[in-house]
């Protein structure tokens, strides 16, 4: 089954503890991004890749680090998370060619 | 400037009537793609429809349309004929294929009533 997985689904944290947010798509895509959702900002890029090793900052990348050694995943990593980072992240990827976006079942991250 | 514009926070239909969920954008990208997502409340984002920014023709799939006025930079998505599975969060988003980036409007949440 094609299919973006994310790990973990939820997720309490304390502040400055480091944590990494995985991502995995089995459909071969080119392209992979993070998104956060927080209520009345609708859905805001943090990073994005066009492939393997490419990484591009989208509107709100302070406080987060990504890599994409692989086509298959692209982690997302919090070095010191703040309660600012609460959050539901999303992971998405998709072709250069198709631009649907396929998202993973999104992180629900609590830093107290 | 926002880059997607959804001014409408909340929307209701009467079952079986159509709705439209009005969508405005900003670029300067002559390339770039246009898609409509839902988000019911179990939280997962699912695909809806696409438009491109050369198509000619409006994009429909199903019960959904995008009413596509370039000149006016708007992207509409009309529903037809409203079932309550429908009631969800709707977001509209905008690709530049120049720079990749994806940008999301805020949303409308629209509520289907019996």
């Known amino acids: 089954e094609a299919q973006v997985t994310q790990n973990p689904r939820y997720l309490i944290t304390v502040t400055g503890k480091k944590l990494t947010v995985t991502c995995s798509q089995n459909?071969?895509?080119?392209?992979m991004s993070w998104y956060r959702q927080d209520p009345g900002l609708g859905l805001r890029q943090i990073y994005y890749?066009?492939?393997?090793?490419?990484?591009d900052k989208g509107d709100v990348p302070e406080g987060y680090k990504v890599s994409r050694k692989e086509k298959r995943n692209f982690p997302l990593i919090l070095e010191s998370p703040s309660p600012n980072q609460t959050s539901l992240y999303f992971c998405?990827?998709?072709?250069?060619?198709?631009?649907?976006?396929?998202f993973g079942p999104g992180t629900r991250l609590t830093v107290t | 400037a926002q880059k997607i514009t959804q001014t409408q926070p909340g929307m209701f239909v009467q079952e079986k009537e159509a709705v439209t969920l009005d969508c405005t954008y900003d670029?300067?990208?002559?390339?770039?793609?246009l898609f409509w997502y839902k988000q019911p409340s179990s939280g997962e984002m699912i695909f809806l429809i696409y438009?491109?920014?050369?198509?000619?023709q409006n994009a429909t799939e199903g019960r959904y349309s995008l009413n596509f006025q370039k000149a006016r930079k708007s992207a509409n998505l009309v529903i037809s004929a409203s079932q309550l599975g429908d009631s969800a969060m709707y977001f509209c988003?905008?690709?530049?294929?120049?720079?990749?980036?994806?940008?999301f409007g805020t949303g409308t949440s629209l509520t289907v009533i019996p």
């Open positions: 998405a990827s998709s072709t250069r060619v198709n631009y649907e976006q396929y």
């Open positions: 459909m071969n895509h080119e392209y």
């Open positions: 890749s066009m492939n393997v090793e490419v990484t």
């Open positions: 670029t300067s990208d002559p390339s770039y793609g």
């Open positions: 438009q491109g920014s050369y198509d000619q």
């Open positions: 988003a905008m690709r530049e294929f120049t720079g990749n980036q994806f940008y």
